[in-house]
């Protein structure tokens, strides 16, 4: 889950100022995480607490009322009585990555992955988003070729996963959808030689840029075994303390990363 919050932050910058580019600095003053990482962080903390994710998510609105999230779901979590919404927007697979590790089979990945999906995003196109997402994790985390995924993705979610970076650059835009949203943002990922080409293919595409690197950067994370230190550095200090908490606490339990490998700053990130 570091490597969705590290595509996010990077990406943060150039959602609404889109860069054809893979060349572009990784971090500056205003890169931040958005609404990507506290749904994601909200999903690790749930969880972590075994807590109700519907209650989570809305518990973590109220602390970052202001992280960029949709209209839809503004009015959502303002309402402690509101069901899902049909929802085919990507945020369903934004944020599932913690289910991708936290579960030891790729049958429980996916019901869990449908399940934290469906709290909001109940529409078929939302729960894929969220299932694909989170299948092509797991697979990646558990030694699964790049072949393997793409033609389980291709098999088993219908997403056409032929075309490359090049073809899909120059048309591309701004699309909030899982189906115009999910299968490039894979592509970036298949495409890639390590975790940071990932996430500059994909923010290199334009469109959504932060959830197009927050969802790259969960696979690459899970295939290349972790997020580059330089980076996770600095994904770590751009994050306030419950959050940072939270997120190396998910790390630690459940992705293989250990406390001093994520202290390697020297900066307390232990004494909140």
Not at 10 to 31: A, C, D, H, Q, R
Not at 255 to 267: E, F, I, N, Q
Request: include cysteine; proline fraction near 3%; hydrophobic fraction near 35%.
């Amino acid at each position: 889950m570091l490597g969705a919050i590290a595509g996010d932050i990077i990406g943060s910058v150039y959602e609404f100022n889109n860069i054809k580019t893979t060349e572009f600095p990784l971090f500056g003053g205003e890169s931040d995480f958005t609404d990507d990482s506290v749904l994601t962080i909200a999903l690790a903390d749930s969880i972590l607490t075994g807590g109700n994710y519907s209650d989570m998510m809305r518990k973590y609105y109220n602390r970052y009322p202001d992280a960029g999230y949709g209209g839809s779901f503004h009015e959502w979590a303002l309402c402690s009585t509101t069901g899902p919404y049909g929802s085919w927007g990507n945020g369903a697979a934004m944020r599932i990555s913690p289910a991708a590790w936290a579960y030891d089979s790729l049958d429980k990945v996916i019901s869990q992955a449908e399940m934290y999906a469906a709290v909001t995003h109940n529409h078929p196109d939302g729960i894929k988003g969220g299932v694909a997402t989170a299948a092509a994790i797991y697979l990646a985390r558990t030694g699964s070729s790049k072949q393997q995924i793409k033609e389980y993705i291709e098999k088993t979610h219908e997403y056409d996963l032929s075309r490359t970076c090049n073809e899909i650059r120059p048309n591309y835009y701004i699309d909030e959808s899982c189906q115009g949203t999910v299968p490039e943002a894979i592509i970036a990922f298949l495409e890639s030689t390590d975790f940071e080409h990932a996430v500059r293919l994909a923010v290199s595409l334009g469109g959504d840029s932060d959830t197009l690197a927050c969802i790259t950067g969960s696979i690459a994370e899970a295939f290349y075994g972790s997020v580059p230190v330089h980076i996770f550095k600095e994904v770590l200090s751009r994050l306030d303390a419950p959050l940072r908490r939270t997120t190396v606490n998910f790390c630690v339990t459940h992705c293989g990363y250990s406390k001093t490998a994520l202290d390697v700053s020297k900066r307390a990130w232990w004494k909140f």
